[in-house]
């Protein structure tokens, strides 16, 4: 086993420390060897410990709980999961459990056979191994329902208005008009991936309206100009009920705001409808809505304006991935930088670790993971292929897909999660893909449980990325949706690069945008992520700084670089960072900062990908 100095003490120390007050370990870096079911069991065996605790503390205390809270939502939805199976604490495990089964069937002899080791080495069953393995893709669907679902009765934005746009003798759309009928008013407000508007007069007034069947509580909404908060009880902001559904609300700031800037209006607000079961009693929330728009002089279209960083300690940034060649770095050598978060919940991020497997036959290669699980959301082969996988929130997904399967007996319908969880799919591009386009191709070619969005890079440069979803309603696109660097889209502006030598992606879609059609299925709303994620604003704004820092550094990116990047706190979920991972492909490296929260309080250390 051939890691580099500062792996080989790590791992020395963590053998020899004994002591009553030594703290253990919160990253372990370990190789395995020979067959499936041989690695399964050194991984198990070695770890026993910490798969057992992995599993205790993030699944039993704290997922399974986190989504039983979702129970009575989902029940009102699928009465199945009112049923006695599911009472008295079971509801998260056995939903888990009914996914993990199900997708089960699309493993292979190899994969089950891995995770029979691991049950055997750990002490535990291979069910419990199996429900940790798919618990990724499983709960990011389920939740995604029991999300859509309560937003589904909580306030919406029905339009906005930049008062006085109409008559301002500025092109504030970017349509090539100036001043026409319905300039800036926009009804329906539909989430945009860029600018809404923009050079408006820097003491306009903005208008809202928010509506709800149940009504809109105006003591509940508050809105975010900038750093400056404004509530019900704000001179600046004028509420007008104007029908029992419908609630207008007006802010014309006391002081205008700069010249030639870009900012951003956020707004949320509750319902008058209080939810008493379980309780307390509370409203139903919606998201907050984000509005980026610049004011006169800031010399921008609509594509072109980058949502700036909220500084208002309410919004995390998102998992994000970063891939880098060329034009772009120094040498031109390529990277992928990963900085992933999803949930830490004071325990992921004491049971990371590092696998180098290498197989009897085969590729040896390296992923980034937790104690117990076969895989990573990024790993790279010794043949020089690399990947990292963002989750992107979708109502395309397979759990929905199994709903409309059953609809016809709704009373009975379940959510059933199926296809290959994405972290198999890296598994795969590991063993099998022979550079960028290859790996692409795997993800491309998979029945896949969830949405997601991927970049791929190999060691002659190679660079792909792909967003995808489950397809559900056998569109023609295959749930498919392949990126280019040199790609544009319909206004112009590139899908997610700054060059001819980069990919910057974070969890939402930014080519598949209508990723599914609005529609009911047995009284529920389902409609596309940019309308529902909480990803969706967060990844824009994540987006749109690293794309800034990485033209500025354009030509001057090395590993160090972007383990800077990757660590820097506009990029870092403080509570639920994950990991951090820069792929080195000149070198076949693995460099993975991780093991504290957030992970790139860690230094980064280097894995070999070669035994």
Not at 163 to 178: E, F, L, Q, R, Y
Not at 211 to 231: K, M, S, W
Not at 451 to 473: H, N, P, R, Y
Request: with cysteine; aromatic share 8%; glycine share 8%.
């Amino acid at each position: 086993m051939t890691f580099t100095k500062p792996v080989s003490l790590f791992l020395a120390a963590s053998l020899v420390a004994c002591g009553p007050f030594t703290k253990p370990p919160t990253r372990e870096l370990i190789e395995v060897r020979g067959t499936p079911y041989d690695r399964g069991l050194q991984h198990g065996t070695q770890l026993r410990s910490k798969v057992r605790s992995f599993y205790t503390t993030l699944l039993t205390n704290s997922l399974f709980p986190y989504l039983s809270r979702e129970q009575p939502d989902i029940a009102s939805f699928l009465p199945e999961y009112a049923a006695e199976r599911y009472q008295n604490g079971n509801f998260a495990y056995e939903l888990m459990l009914d996914s993990a089964k199900n997708i089960e069937r699309s493993l292979n002899r190899a994969t089950r056979e891995e995770l029979q080791g691991i049950a055997d080495g750990s002490g535990m069953t291979y069910d419990q191994i199996l429900v940790l393995n798919t618990f990724f893709d499983t709960v990011l669907a389920v939740r995604g329902v029991a999300l859509a679902i309560r937003l589904a009765r909580a306030p919406l934005l029905k339009s906005v208005e930049f008062v006085g746009a109409d008559t301002d003798g500025v092109d504030n759309d970017s349509d090539g008009m100036i001043d026409e009928a319905g300039e800036g008013r926009v009804e329906p407000y539909i989430p945009e991936l860029y600018g809404l508007a923009v050079e408006l007069a820097p003491a306009a007034a903005i208008r809202l309206v928010l509506t709800e069947v149940d009504g809109v509580d105006p003591a509940t909404v508050r809105i975010f100009l900038g750093n400056q908060l404004y509530t019900a009880d704000s001179p600046e902001m004028v509420m007008t009920e104007l029908s029992p559904t419908d609630l207008q609300v007006t802010l014309t700031p006391s002081t205008p705001l700069e010249g030639a800037l870009t900012t951003t209006l956020v707004i949320g607000g509750g319902d008058k409808k209080l939810i008493t079961v379980p309780l307390p009693a509370r409203a139903s929330f919606m998201r907050d809505e984000e509005l980026a728009f610049t004011t006169r002089g800031a010399g921008l279209s609509r594509r072109d304006v980058r949502r700036p960083a909220l500084t208002d300690g309410r919004t995390r940034p998102p998992p994000i991935a970063i891939g880098a060649r060329g034009s772009m770095t120094v040498g031109g050598m390529p990277f992928i930088a990963h900085h992933f978060s999803l949930l830490d919940a004071n325990t992921a991020h004491k049971h990371t670790i590092a696998i180098r497997h290498v197989p009897e036959t085969g590729p040896a290669f390296v992923t980034v993971g937790w104690a117990g699980i076969v895989y990573g959301l990024s790993g790279m082969s010794d043949r020089g292929v690399g990947y990292a996988c963002d989750p992107a929130d979708t109502l395309d997904n397979s759990v929905v897909g199994s709903v409309l399967e059953q609809v016809a007996d709704i009373a009975r319908a379940k959510l059933l999660a199926k296809g290959m969880p994405i972290g198999f799919l890296g598994r795969k591009i590991l063993e099998q893909a022979t550079d960028a386009a290859s790996a692409r191709e795997v993800v491309a070619q998979a029945e896949r449980v969830y949405g997601w969005t991927c970049v791929f890079a190999d060691k002659t440069g190679g660079l792909e990325a792909i967003e995808v979803d489950s397809d559900i309603f056998n569109d023609g696109t295959r749930g498919t949706f392949p990126l280019s660097t040199t790609e544009l889209d319909a206004t112009g502006r590139r899908y997610a690069s700054t060059s001819d030598d980069d990919f910057v992606l974070g969890s939402n879609f930014v080519k598949n945008v209508p990723d599914i059609a609005t529609l009911n299925v047995a009284g529920q709303r389902i409609v596309p992520q940019r309308q529902w994620s909480g990803f969706f604003y967060r990844s824009r704004r994540a987006v749109d700084g690293v794309k800034g820092r990485l033209e500025a550094a354009k030509g001057t990116i090395d590993a160090a670089f972007l383990e800077q990047l990757v660590a820097d706190p506009q990029f870092v979920d403080q509570s639920d960072s994950m990991n951090a991972v820069v792929l080195d492909f000149e070198h076949l490296q693995v460099r993975s900062a991780m093991g504290e929260v957030p992970a790139t309080n860690a230094p980064f250390e280097v894995t070999e990908v070669r035994p």
